[in-house]
């Protein structure tokens, strides 16, 4: 892994949260049902961080995929 990554300061729920495009409360539900990356330091009840780089090459599994929005090559807008 690159070094600048390393470097960089540890991720909370806010931080992972932007970078899935989800909210915070998403973002600690997943973390409590097991589909997050385990957190690289615990130190801090309540608290977990993740490096950066623990979620390089790391893709979200499970279900939520949302294929309406995948490759969509018109504006077109849902209705409903």
């Known amino acids: 892994m690159p ?3 390393d470097d960089r300061p540890s991720w909370g729920y806010a931080e992972v949260a932007a970078h899935l495009g989800i909210s915070v409360g998403a973002a600690r539900s997943r973390k409590s049902r097991g589909a997050l990356p385990a957190p690289d330091d615990t130190t801090i ?3 977990p961080r993740w490096k950066p780089s623990t979620f390089t090459g790391w893709k979200p599994r499970g279900q939520g995929y949302r294929s309406d929005l995948a490759d969509r090559t018109t504006d ?5």
């Open 3 to 5: 070094a600048d990554q």
């Open 45 to 47: 009840p309540d608290r």
């Open 76 to 80: 077109e807008q849902p209705t409903g």
